[in-house]
C-alpha cells in the first residue's frame, strides 16, 4: 500500500516562507506524478502544483513566482517551497502521487498565514 506523509506545516506571517515535504512508500512502480493540492474552509480541493519524474512542472496562477516544486526521487520526498505567502494561501496541503493511473493522497498538512 502506498503511503504519504507530509510535514513542513505551520502558522506565519504574511510576506514569510514554509516549506513542505512528503515522503512516498509502498510503491512497488516508479512514480510519475507527484503534486500538492490545498482546501481551505468550505471550498473545493484545488491544485497548486505538480511535478513529473522527469520534471516538467505545473502551477496554479495564483502561485506562479512564489512556490517552486521540486522532488528527489532517490528519496523519494516532493518539495514545495513557499515564499511571499499571503493569508489566501491559508488551507490544507496535501500530497498527491500517480501509481498507474491510481491516486494516493497524505493526510494533510495545515498551512496558515496571518496578516
Known amino acids: 500500500q502506498v503511503k504519504l506523509v507530509e510535514s513542513g506545516g505551520g502558522l506565519v506571517q504574511a510576506g514569510g516562507s514554509l516549506r513542505l515535504s512528503c515522503v512516498h512508500s509502498?510503491?512497488?512502480?516508479?512514480?510519475?506524478?507527484m503534486g500538492w493540492y490545498r482546501q481551505a474552509p468550505g471550498t473545493q480541493r484545488e491544485l497548486v502544483a505538480t511535478i513529473t519524474r522527469g520534471g516538467r512542472t505545473n502551477y496554479a496562477d495564483s502561485v506562479k513566482g512564489r512556490f517552486t516544486i521540486s522532488r528527489d526521487n532517490a528519496k523519494n520526498t516532493v518539495y514545495l517551497q513557499m515564499n511571499s505567502l499571503k493569508p489566501e494561501d491559508t488551507g490544507v496541503y496535501y500530497c498527491k502521487v500517480d501509481v498507474l493511473g491510481t491516486a494516493f493522497w497524505g493526510q494533510g498538512t495545515q498551512v496558515s498565514v496571518s496578516s
Open positions: 509502498g510503491s512497488v512502480f516508479p512514480i510519475n506524478e
